[in-house]
């Protein structure tokens, strides 16, 4: 069993190395996100005013947008299940947007 232990942290660990976009890395997003959040708008990219354009946001920083909405709905009493089912949706349906703009932005830059 310590074997297989020790063996399995090292394979977490080889697989959590390879993650592009840590939450530490990206939480600065986070922000952003809740607000598109708190207007029930997909949490899948960040609006750069001043430039008139917007990147997409990373998986690590929409998840966890995500997650913390859940948390604030939760303690105050406003997680019902159509609700906790519409911040589900809007989550996957951010990290769909989020890729297609990361993928099409790669594309247009070849």
């Keep these: 069993m310590e074997e297989s232990l020790e063996r399995a942290r090292q ?4 697989l959590a190395a390879g993650v592009p976009d840590r939450w530490t890395d990206t939480i600065e ?4 996100l809740l607000r598109r959040l ?9 609006i750069q005013a001043e430039k008139r354009t917007s ?7 929409i998840v966890l947008a995500c ?3 859940r948390l604030v709905m939760e303690q105050n009493n406003m997680l ?9 949706r809007l989550m996957l349906k951010a990290i769909e947007d989020a890729e297609l703009k990361r993928q099409f932005a790669e594309w247009g830059a070849k």
Excluded: D
């Design 38 to 46: 708190a207007l029930l708008v997909p949490p899948s990219e960040l």
């Design 55 to 61: 990147i997409a946001a990373s998986l690590s920083a």
């Design 11 to 14: 394979f977490v660990q080889k």
């Design 67 to 69: 997650w913390i909405e």
């Design 29 to 32: 997003q986070t922000p952003g």
């Design 80 to 88: 019902g299940l159509r609700a906790y089912r519409r911040l589900c």
